[in-house]
């Protein structure tokens, strides 16, 4: 069993600064990266930054030079700086945890979390 829980979200004036964290929980034998992803009302989910064990991380073209993610690789838990925010950064943010664990034999799998909302008013 893996769970996945975020947390940090809240109001913010734009150009306020937020810090959302995930933690991944469970029987994990190897953590190969975590991602953050964000869904605006009416909006498809997309992809907002992922970073890999070995600590190689990739952003959408609309957060760089705002967002920096990182990880603790030893306690399963990602970060999402967010500066400079802006009204358009609105959104529920989910994390996304890729990594091998147990079930009837050692398996690759992706498990989400359940969501944290970050508004920024303008």
């Known amino acids: 069993q893996v769970q996945v829980v975020e947390s940090g979200g809240g109001l913010v004036q734009a150009g306020g600064s937020l810090r959302l964290s995930c933690v991944v929980s469970?029987?994990?034998?190897?953590?190969?990266?975590i991602g953050w992803f964000r869904q605006a009302p009416g909006n498809e989910r997309e992809l907002v930054a992922t970073?890999?064990?070995?600590?190689?991380?990739n952003y959408a073209d609309s957060v760089k030079g705002r967002f920096t993610i990182s990880m603790e690789n030893a306690k399963y838990t990602a970060y999402l700086q967010m500066n400079s925010l802006k009204p358009e950064d609105t959104a529920v943010y989910y994390c996304?945890?890729?990594?091998?664990?147990?079930?009837?034999?050692?398996?690759?799998?992706?498990?989400w979390g359940q969501g944290t909302q970050v508004t920024v008013a303008s």
């Open positions: 996304k945890g890729n990594l091998l664990t147990w079930k009837r034999g050692v398996l690759n799998a992706e498990y």
């Open positions: 469970g029987t994990i034998f190897k953590m190969n990266s």
């Open positions: 970073i890999d064990s070995g600590g190689i991380t």
